[in-house]
């Protein structure tokens, strides 16, 4: 059974950071590329972030560049989000997500939340 939970959410405010993690089981960790995505309240679930099965490439909405870095850990089948400079419009639920070479998501967390105040 795949097992994606996310970790590090919180409330913080504008201008400070947070490191959310999300650890992986039930599957072959190195073999999938890994995203994180976000939900705020009555918007469209969005793309953040993503890696490859690698770590060779990495990508990132263009509302996050330059603030947001994503890196992975396949000895922990971990991934994480290293978020800085954060706004009040980061303010949402973040979900991690497995996906195969085609960047295709097959599995999800649960999600956490991440508030920032101004």
């Known amino acids: 059974q795949v097992q994606l939970v996310e970790s590090g959410g919180g409330l913080v405010q504008a201008g400070g950071s947070l490191r959310l993690a999300c650890a992986a089981s039930?599957?072959?960790?190195?073999?999938?590329?890994m995203g994180w995505f976000r939900q705020a309240p009555g918007k469209e679930r969005e793309f953040v972030a993503g890696i490859s099965w690698s770590g060779g490439n990495l990508y990132y909405a263009d509302s996050v560049k330059g603030r947001f870095t994503i890196s992975r850990d396949n000895a922990k089948s971990t991934v994480y989000l290293q978020m800085n400079s954060l706004k009040p419009e980061d303010t949402a639920v973040y979900s991690c997500?497995?996906?195969?070479?085609?960047?295709?998501?097959?599995?999800w967390g649960q999600g956490t939340q991440v508030t920032v105040s101004s």
């Open positions: 997500a497995a996906g195969n070479i085609d960047y295709v998501y097959e599995y």
């Open positions: 039930g599957l072959t960790f190195s073999n999938y590329a």
